[in-house]
C-alpha cells in the first residue's frame, strides 16, 4: 500500500475491496487485539487492521475492547487499573485459559503496523485528544481511518484535535447525516454502513452509488458480533464460511462496497482470488 497516495488512489487501484481484519486474526490460542493477531493479519495480507482502544486509570493507551474483560482478560476493568498493574496481567484465550500474551500499548501496535497498513481506530471516543496525539508521535496520521459515533460532542471533538485524519461515522439504516458531516471541518472519506436487512436504505446500490458520486467510501462488516444487533442483514461471516461465500461476502461484494470487516480474513482473500 502506498500511503502517499490518496485512500481513494489506492482502492482504485486495487479493484476490490479492502480486506479489514477485524481486532488482528485471532483464534486457538491467540487473542483478539494481541500482537499476535496484529502480526497474522499482516502475514495473510490484510488491508486494513482494525483495533479497538482502552485507557488506564492512570491515563495510559492500551489496544484492548472497552468493558470486555470479563471474556478476554477475566478480571476488573482496565479503567480500574494502573498501568503498572495491566502489565501483569495476561489476554486469555478462546477456552478462557490464560495465556502468555499481554494487553499491548497503542504506542506498540502503531509501532507494528506503521507503514504496512490501513489502522482503523474504533473507540476513538476513548479519548480523542490523547489517541491523536499518539497518531502524531507515531508519525501513521496517513494511514488511520477513526470512527466515532455522530454526536455533537464526539464530532466537536474530533474538528478539534483530529480534523485531517480520515474519519467514518456510523451509519445506521437510513442516511440522515452525510450532507451535514461534509460541511463540517472533518476530513469525512466515507461512511461505515449497519444495516439489519436488505431492504435499509444504506445498502441499496442506489445509495452505494450516490456516495461514490459524493467522492465517499462504503465501509460493510460480515463481522458478527451479537446476533441481537445483526448489522449485515446475514450477509455475515457465519454464512459466507458455513453456507456459501457468495451468499455472503459475495453479496456485499457485488453492492461495490469498499471496505468488508472480517473475522475470517484468509478464507475472505481466497473467495476474492477465486472470484477472478
Not at 11 to 28: I, Y
Not at 113 to 122: A, M, Q, R, S, T
Not at 170 to 188: A, Q
Not at 245 to 272: E, M, N, S
Request: glycine fraction near 4%; aromatic fraction near 10%.
Amino acid at each position: 500500500m502506498d500511503f502517499n497516495k490518496s485512500i481513494f488512489e489506492n482502492r482504485k487501484e486495487l479493484a476490490r475491496p479492502f480486506l479489514a481484519a477485524h481486532r488482528g486474526v485471532c483464534g486457538a490460542n491467540v487473542p483478539c487485539n494481541s500482537m499476535a493477531a496484529f502480526k497474522i493479519a499482516l502475514s495473510q495480507g490484510a488491508d486494513v487492521v482494525e483495533i479497538d482502544v482502552s485507557k488506564t486509570k492512570d491515563g495510559k493507551l492500551y489496544v484492548f475492547h472497552p468493558w470486555m474483560e470479563p471474556v478476554f482478560l477475566k478480571d476488573k476493568y482496565i479503567c480500574d487499573m494502573d498501568a503498572s498493574e495491566l502489565e501483569t496481567k495476561r489476554l486469555v484465550n478462546q477456552d478462557s485459559v490464560k495465556t502468555s500474551y499481554k494487553v499491548p500499548t497503542l504506542d506498540e501496535v502503531l509501532a507494528l503496523l506503521k507503514d504496512k497498513v490501513y489502522i482503523n481506530v474504533d473507540k476513538f471516543w476513548t479519548d480523542v485528544e490523547g489517541i491523536t496525539a499518539a497518531i502524531r508521535k507515531a508519525g501513521v496520521e496517513k494511514q488511520v481511518i477513526v470512527k466515532t459515533h455522530v454526536d455533537e460532542e464526539s464530532l466537536a471533538m474530533v474538528e478539534k484535535y483530529a480534523p485531517d485524519l480520515m474519519f467514518v461515522p456510523m451509519v445506521r439504516d437510513k442516511d440522515e447525516i452525510t450532507e451535514s458531516l461534509l460541511k463540517r471541518n472533518i476530513n469525512l472519506i466515507g461512511v461505515e454502513v449497519l444495516f439489519k436487512d436488505d431492504s435499509a436504505e444504506c445498502i441499496s446500490k442506489e445509495y452505494i452509488k450516490s456516495m461514490h458520486d459524493k467522492g465517499l467510501l462504503v465501509w460493510a462488516n460480515s463481522i458478527i458480533y451479537n446476533e441481537d444487533d445483526i448489522v449485515n442483514g446475514y450477509h455475515s461471516d457465519d454464512v459466507s464460511v458455513a453456507d456459501s461465500p457468495d451468499k455472503g461476502w459475495g453479496w456485499l461484494i457485488d453492492r461495490d462496497v469498499d471496505f468488508i470487516q472480517t473475522d475470517w480474513l484468509l478464507a475472505l482473500k481466497c473467495y476474492l482470488d477465486s472470484r477472478k
